[in-house]
T-cell receptor
Framework: DTAVSQTPKYLVTQMGNDKSIKCEQN?????MYWYKQDSKKFLKIMFS???????INETVPNRFSPKSPDKAHLNLHINSLELGDSAVYFC?????????????FGPGTRLTVL | RKEVEQDPGPFNVPEGATVAFNCTYS??????FFWYRQDCRKEPKLLMS???SGNEDGRFTAQLNRASQYISLLIRDSKLSDSATYLC?????????FGAGTILRVKS
């Protein structure tokens, strides 16, 4: 069984469209994350949720809206897609104690905006 | 200055070689340190945590120098399967900050 799963794996869409990416973890972790990895391979955190509560919100355009219906799920909705949004988006989860523990990543969603 | 800096490589080495990667970080408040490995078109996976006393896991040895804000990874007896991008990761403020990665290519 996959520990952290994401859907879809590939997403090709036109500029201006709205799209969502879904993430689920079955590890029982209380914290989930969204990362963006651009063409230069830099992996940057976008958001983090702990027990459905937003705890990290980096300087991400407000076209990006995360939603956590429960602690096992963290979805990412993107409005008005732009060319620069093309990247691989990784979901991750961890069990946070005093400091972040090991993060487990999903397989990634490769988003291409045309 | 980037929060985490790594030599991007690529490091091209023959099988059996010993190779070392270095990483520097800028935030002295960083509390935990890791090396992650990322294969081509795959997700990052934890390779090992890095402790001040240094730690070893099989052919892999990690070292941390807090005074110099420097982290290293040594791979002995390189295997073809070690070919990947190695990401230096630090935790300065409750979140992980990733370096851009060092590419390793092990050739037969």
């Amino acid at each position: 069984d996959t520990a952290v799963s994401q859907t879809p794996k590939y997403l090709v869409t036109q500029m201006g469209n709205d799209k969502s990416i879904k993430c689920e973890q079955n590890l029982g972790h209380d914290t989930m994350y969204w990362y963006k990895q651009d063409s230069k391979k830099f992996l940057k955190i976008m958001f983090s949720y702990n027990n459905k509560e937003l705890i990290i919100n980096e300087t991400v355009p407000n076209r990006f809206s995360p939603k956590s219906p429960d602690k096992a799920h963290l979805n990412l909705h993107i409005n008005s897609l732009e060319l620069g949004d093309s990247a691989v988006y990784f979901c991750a989860s961890s069990q946070v104690r005093q400091i972040p523990d090991t993060q487990y990543f999903g397989p990634g969603t490769r988003l291409t905006v045309l | 200055r980037k929060e985490v800096e790594q030599d991007p490589g690529p490091f091209n080495v023959p099988e059996g070689a010993t190779v070392a990667f270095n990483c520097t970080y800028s935030n002295s408040a960083s509390q935990s340190f890791f090396w992650y490995r990322q294969d081509c078109r795959k997700e990052p996976k934890l390779l090992m945590s890095v402790y001040s006393s240094g730690n070893e896991d099989g052919r892999f040895t990690a070292q941390l120098n807090r005074a110099s804000q420097y982290i290293s990874l040594l791979i002995r007896d390189s295997k073809l399967s070690d070919s990947a991008t190695y990401l230096c990761v630090v935790n300065p403020a409750g979140k992980l900050v990733f370096g851009a990665g060092t590419i390793l290519r092990v050739k037969s």
